[in-house]
Structures are given as C-alpha cells and as structure tokens.
Nanobody, 122 residues
Framework: QVQFVESGGGLVQPGGSLRLSCKIS????????MGWYRQIPGKQRELVAG???????NYADSVKGRFTISRDNAEKTVYLQMNSLKPEDTAVYYC????????????????WGQGTQVTVSS
C-alpha cells in the first residue's frame, strides 16, 4: 500500500514562508509525476503545483511567482517552497502522484495522505 508522509505545515504570518515535504513510499518515484494540492473546507481539492518526472513544472495562477515545487528522487520526496504567503493560502495541503504523462483529476486519485495544515494569519 502506498504511504504518504506530508509535513512542514504550520501557522505563519502573512508574507511569511513555509516549506512542505512529502515522502511517498512503495511507488517507482523517479518515473512519476508529482503534485501538491490543497483543500479548504467546503471546497473541492485543487492543484497548486505539479512536476513531471523530467522536472517540468506548472502552477496554479494564484501561486505563480510565490511557490516552487521540486523533487528529490533519491529521497522519494517532493517539496513545496511557499513564499509571500497570504491568508487565502490557508488550507490543508496534500501531495499525490501519477504514472504516465496525463495528470488525473483530483477526484480520481485512489488514495490520499493525511495532509498538512497551513494557516496564514496575523
């Protein structure tokens, strides 16, 4: 069974930074696309950032220029560096993975980890 270990969330003031980590075991990490998602209560889970097995990245418009996704294949870990945080970034953040070139819709992933809570507030 795939295991997700997400960490790095917390309470931060507006304008602050956090670095999220997600270690995923029992997958062939190096050939997977990876993504960070977030969910606010009452809303659908949305893609924040994605990175392909080759290192190409894409971002939601709301986080472009502030967030950076990266990966370490040796550690089987994907990171999300979040700078210039805003109150609207408050959410539970999750990671997930996929094989192949097509990223699934968030509703179609088979499983998720516990996520890590990010709260941006003064």
């Amino acid at each position: 069974q795939v295991q997700f270990v997400e960490s790095g969330g917390g309470l931060v003031q507006p304008g602050g930074s956090l670095r999220l980590s997600c270690k995923i075991s029992r997958i062939i990490f190096s050939i997977c696309g990876m993504g960070w998602y977030r969910q606010i209560p009452g809303k659908q889970r949305e893609l924040v950032a994605g990175i392909t097995s080759g290192g190409s990245t894409n971002y939601a418009d709301s986080v472009k220029g502030r967030f950076t996704i990266s990966r370490d294949n040796a550690e089987k870990t994907v990171y999300l560096q979040m700078n210039s945080l805003k109150p609207e970034d408050t959410a539970v953040y999750y990671c997930n993975y996929w094989y192949g070139s097509r990223r699934p819709d968030p509703a179609n992933f088979g499983s998720w980890g516990q996520g890590t809570q990010v709260t941006v507030s003064s």
